[in-house]
């Protein structure tokens, strides 16, 4: 029951700016949608989350279509250390403590 | 502030051994969840637990697998009779509280590497 469609992979030079696309066209008025990364052996770790606004934060910009359907993390700066797997989640406002996480976007950071 | 500290990071066993994999939560956090991680695919919730409750396990196996998060020490995930097909790697997370209308964030560990031969 995948809720969000990612690329498989990206590529992305250092120094740039990473944008990764997110479909969710299926979600729901009370659906948030959240980004995680995982860098390679290590656990989950959240980036930003974001209802219909735009948000942002130390790590990365969300950007959220006026629809809703789709989103945008962005990286401002993407450095080597920011390689790792993107993934993309939409969860309901109320309490559901099950993150359910597809193979998101591998994406990795050239020099 | 130590952040949520799973071990041991690599577990190696036998078809047929049992496994303890054991999670300390952030200070404070009263909320643990443990997630499964099969090669090359993305991660699977399997048990939900609060102090000496097991709040939601519907996404543990009905055989074999047992969590647990007792008053004092850590909470334990348990694997009896291990088979090859769990070789995976284990993540546990932790959260504050679920306080009603708010997410939580989930904070999660390192993980441990089950390796079974």
């Known amino acids: 029951d995948a809720k969000t469609t990612q690329p498989t992979s990206m590529d992305c030079a250092e120094g740039r700016a990473a944008n990764l696309p997110c479909n969710h066209s299926?979600?729901?008025?009370?659906?948030?949608v959240y980004w995680y990364r995982q860098i390679h052996s290590q656990g989950p770790q959240y980036i930003i989350h974001?209802?219909?606004n735009n948000e942002t934060n130390e790590m990365a910009s969300l950007i959220i279509t006026e629809d809703r359907k789709s989103s945008t993390l962005i990286l401002p700066h993407a450095t080597l250390r920011d390689t790792a797997v993107y993934y993309c989640?939409?969860?309901?406002?109320?309490?559901?403590?099950?993150?359910?996480f597809g193979a998101g976007t591998t994406v990795t950071v050239r020099a | 502030n130590a952040g949520v500290m799973q071990n041991p990071r690599h577990l190696v066993r036998r078809r047929g051994q049992e496994a303890r994999l054991r999670c300390s939560p952030m200070?404070?956090?009263?909320?643990v969840y443990w997630y499964r991680q099969l090669p090359e695919e993305g991660l699977k919730f399997m048990v939900y637990?609060?102090?000496?409750?097991?709040?939601?396990e519907s996404g543990m196996p009905k055989e074999r697998f047992s969590a647990e998060f007792p008053k004092e020490g850590p909470s334990i995930l348990r694997i009896q009779q291990v088979v090859r097909g769990d070789s995976a790697a284990y993540f546990c997370?932790?959260?504050?509280?679920?306080?009603?209308?708010?997410?939580?964030?989930?904070?999660f560990g390192p993980g441990t590497r089950l390796t079974v031969l």
């Open positions: 997370a932790s959260s504050p509280s679920r306080t009603s209308g708010y997410y939580n964030e989930q904070f």
């Open positions: 299926t979600i729901s008025g009370n659906e948030y």
């Open positions: 974001g209802l219909k």
């Open positions: 989640i939409v969860r309901p406002r109320s309490n559901d403590y099950k993150l359910s």
């Open positions: 200070k404070g956090h009263s909320h």
């Open positions: 637990l609060q102090k000496e409750n097991i709040i939601d």
